[in-house]
T-cell receptor, first 112, second 114 residues
């Protein structure tokens, strides 16, 4: 089982560039989310989705867009990369409210 | 809004000893779940243990146990018989049962010494 797959694993961007972080899950989970991890701050929720066609903002949504056209995929778009977006990004999915979230391997993004 | 507090940035523990990682939380909801995740140096997030707010027994999973004190709003993780492979960052997290959002603490780094 693939679980949650994130691509790419590493990325370097120049300030102002845009890019999409890909996330796919093969577990038919309704709920998917994106987090960023910064030193000393744990994981902070960027955007989440409770099903295809439904997305909402998390704690730190500025500078990021998401869409959910299928149950499987939940891409995260950086519109105009800034050095403050240098971070490790995690995608996660879960089947319902009472179970753990399954995480992808993470994407380490550096914006120069 | 939920808030998770982990007050221990880093801890050292001797191999084969037990270690307790502190976690306190704040929520006005009565129905919620508490989670612990392990993040080794390789970076992946590994689920360890879950405790529901209405569970009467403390959760256990192998060498991991959760010391759940609801009135004190604490959910401490106990790792028994520490192994070198337990060296990692540990995160406490919570979500309420009417909301899919998972809120994380800042994490505790555990270093196991031989």
């Amino acid at each position: 089982n693939a679980g949650v797959t994130q691509t790419p694993k590493f990325q370097v961007l120049k300030t102002g560039q845009s890019m999409t972080l890909q996330c796919a899950q093969d577990m038919n989970h309704e709920y998917m989310s994106w987090y960023r991890q910064d030193p000393g701050m744990g994981l902070r929720l960027i955007h989440y989705s409770v099903g295809a066609g439904i997305t909402d903002q998390g704690e730190v949504p500025n500078g990021y867009n998401v869409s959910r056209s299928t149950t499987e995929d939940f891409p995260l778009r950086l519109l105009s990369a800034a050095p403050s977006q240098t971070s490790v990004y995690f995608c996660a999915s879960s089947p319902n409210l009472n179970t753990e979230a399954f995480f992808g391997q993470g994407t380490r993004l550096t914006v120069v | 809004a939920q808030k998770i507090t982990q007050t221990q940035p880093g801890m050292f523990v001797q191999e084969k000893e037990a270690v307790t990682l502190d976690c306190t939380y704040d929520t006005s909801d009565q129905s919620y779940g508490l989670f612990w995740y392990k993040q080794p140096s390789s970076g992946e997030m590994i689920f360890l243990i879950y405790q529901g707010s209405y569970d009467e027994q403390n959760a256990t999973e192998g060498r991991y146990s959760l010391n759940f004190q609801k009135a004190r709003k604490s959910a401490n993780l106990v790792i028994s018989a520490s192994q070198l492979g337990d060296s990692a960052m540990y995160f406490c997290a919570m979500k309420t049962h009417n909301d899919y959002k998972l809120s994380f603490g800042a994490g505790t780094t555990v270093t196991v010494r031989a």
